[in-house]
């Protein structure tokens, strides 16, 4: 391209305004990066299990660490009660009761995905992202288990997780489909 | 003829509603009819004191330091907290919006929830990654972003539990603080995300993105790609400053309209994504119970909303007289059309005055002159926004939110969310103001 040529087609992306095309023209300011190195970061889960980690855990392993590691602020087997700021995890009044009643796992999460994936990212609350990937399967499971959500003897992992059916999930509308 | 000047013109002190609402251009820089009316309007007469030179004016002052704070008298202008004693749980601190001014919130009195302290973060170290269904992973950092052209513009940001405590059947008896204080309003400098994304090369079947914070908790939300390539912006300046450490230094995610936790906060990843991640926030405080037992998701928008900050409840007014009835308007929608307020609880409604320029997706504050007679009024204001949304009357608003079904015992509750109706403040025969529904 000649210095004219270059300099015309400077001038037309400088007086479109366009930012994109100013990072294209300028090869862009981001560092590429592979997804191998995001690994560590990459936590988030998706619904349908996508991204769930390798790893498994039992309702009986669940309470053992539970009462190590949860108990302390949760209460015995989940039932809260320790501080109003830290939530019972079992049970759940029904939604008809009142616009303001509390939502639980029971009575409001729409997939069991999001219990270990909240664990995983921000529990315990004082030490993040220290239990191990079957610690977190397990503690799911216990929590589960305690909602009678799975059985007794249910192992949570990277297939079975996404299959549990939680009771609230058909109760959503969406009041405005066109925002997505 | 008087020798006194008065434009031609001026509007008069007619009522153009009922209890003292006067014609919204009659204070407004147009002069108005004073001859005749100075009793009327119960201006006081009585003679003023002789002046005297002030101590200040007659001493060297004081030193003109690097940073400047508010004048010491301001010290009670300050934001409530919800956990002044930094406890081990989440901490809500409340804009006081009643003490403040203008349509931009300082820095320093921008609400700020944190549901797990707030991150130190070397703006250094932090990176912010695009990744997923991407054609090229992509790290940012606080420096790379600053050298894009950057975008300014006005938004709120509101918690979607912002006057939540309006859901209780009985109205308590608290500030404008304490009922609305988790609004806030800033002047905005980003790069648009849309910049980033083009730049990473989103897959165009992808509808979402997971937004993710550098907190202990890594707060994440999901956000419709739709939404991204509207408005939304990384933001890295607030009204001028980097970003305070409590509203996410040192960049966050800023989607005008949206509920403020959507706002990721210390932005640290965008993962493009086939569909909605059901995160915590948004499985649990971000989505309503309705009467009946129905909920809602993904809800985003801010609904049209205003409330009245002077004269409000602890600002009692100390004689009869005129005064200017005045607040802020927002929609998350679009720009505020038209504010309405009434100063006899609804019977009857005047229309305010906007200050331009009006911003879309931000404050914008109304003015409504009014002349106190020193008897009851019930003081409301109702907004209207471009796209034809209207604040909804409480009774409308009950029937189809509800209210709480056990008292509510303290306005730090929230017992639903997204409450936008019309707050209503009653003023006695001794000027005393009080929070009730109308």
């Not at chain 2, 200050?355 to 106190?372: D, S």
Request: proline residues 8%; aromatic residues 8%.
């Amino acid at each position: 391209m000649s210095m004219r040529k270059t300099i015309v087609a400077l001038l037309v992306t400088l007086m479109s305004g366009a930012v994109p095309a100013f990072a294209q023209q300028q090869g862009g300011l981001g560092k590429p990066i592979s997804e191998p190195d995001i690994k560590q970061w990459d936590i988030a889960i998706l619904p349908d299990g996508t991204n769930l980690p390798p790893g498994s855990g039992t309702p009986a392993e669940g309470a053992k660490v539970y009462a190590e590691k949860c108990a302390a602020c949760h209460g015995d087997a989940g039932k809260g009660g320790v501080s109003p700021a830290y939530p019972a995890l079992v049970g759940g009044a029904p939604l008809t009761g009142g616009i303001d009643t509390v939502k639980t796992i029971a009575n409001y999460y729409a997939y069991a995905t999001t219990v270990f994936d909240y664990i995983r990212r921000g529990m315990p609350y004082n030490m993040p992202r220290s239990l191990s990937d079957s610690e977190v399967y397990a503690l799911t499971a216990y929590i589960l288990s305690l909602n009678k959500l799975i059985g007794d003897n249910d192992t949570m992992d990277a297939k079975t997780l996404p299959q549990v059916k939680m009771p609230n999930r058909d109760n959503f509308i969406l009041p405005y489909p066109d925002r997505i | 003829m008087s020798k006194w000047r008065r434009r031609r013109g001026a509007p008069s002190l007619d009522d153009v509603a009922g209890n003292g609402i006067i014609n919204r251009r009659a204070l407004l820089g147009q002069g108005f009819a004073l001859a005749g009316a100075a009793s009327a309007i119960g201006i006081n007469s009585a003679g003023a004191e002789p002046l005297a030179d002030a101590p200040w004016s007659l001493a060297f002052g004081g030193i003109t330091p690097p940073v400047q704070s508010p004048s010491p008298f301001e010290k009670d202008v300050v934001r409530t907290l919800s956990n002044p004693k930094g406890e081990f749980r989440n901490s809500h601190a409340r804009t006081p919006h009643h003490l403040i001014g203008g349509t931009v919130t300082p820095n320093s009195l921008h609400f700020s929830i944190n549901h797990c302290g707030i991150p130190n973060i070397d703006p250094t170290q932090h990176k912010l990654v695009i990744h997923g269904m991407v054609k090229q992973p992509l790290e940012f950092t606080l420096e790379s972003l600053s050298r894009y052209p950057l975008v300014t513009r006005m938004a709120f940001v509101e918690c979607a539990g912002n006057s939540a405590p309006m859901f209780s059947k009985e109205p308590l008896q608290v500030s404008v603080q304490a009922l609305h204080g988790l609004v806030s309003n800033s002047e905005w400098t980003g790069v648009p995300l849309s910049t980033l994304l083009d730049e990473a090369g989103v897959d165009p079947s992808a509808k979402w993105l997971v937004a993710e914070g550098a907190d202990a908790q890594m707060l994440d939300r999901s956000v419709p790609v739709k939404k991204a390539y509207d408005d939304a912006l990384v933001a890295i300046y607030q009204n001028g400053e980097h970003l305070m450490p409590g509203n996410g230094y040192p960049m966050r995610l800023l989607l005008p309209g949206y509920q403020g936790n959507m706002n990721v906060k210390f932005l640290r990843r965008i993962k493009v994504v086939n569909q909605p991640a059901y995160t915590y926030f948004e499985t649990k405080n971000y989505s309503q119970i309705l009467p009946g037992g129905k909920t809602w998701r993904f809800h985003f928008v801010m609904e049209v909303k205003s409330f009245i900050t002077h004269p409000s409840f602890g600002l009692s007014l100390k004689e009869p007289g005129l005064y200017a009835i005045s607040g802020v308007a927002y929609s998350g929608t679009g720009r505020i059309a038209k504010v309405m307020v009434s100063a006899d609880g609804g019977k009857s409604w005047g229309e305010a005055a906007l200050q331009g320029p009006i911003h879309e997706k931000a404050f914008t504050r109304f003015v409504m002159p009014w002349r106190w007679d020193g008897q009851p009024a019930v003081l409301m204001s109702r907004a209207y926004d471009d796209g034809g949304n209207v604040q909804p009357l409480r009774p409308e608003f009950v029937t189809m939110r509800g209210e709480a079904s056990k008292p509510v015992t303290t306005p730090l509750a929230f017992p639903n969310q997204h409450y936008n109706s019309i707050t209503s403040w009653s003023v006695d025969n001794k000027g005393e103001i009080k929070h009730v529904y109308a």
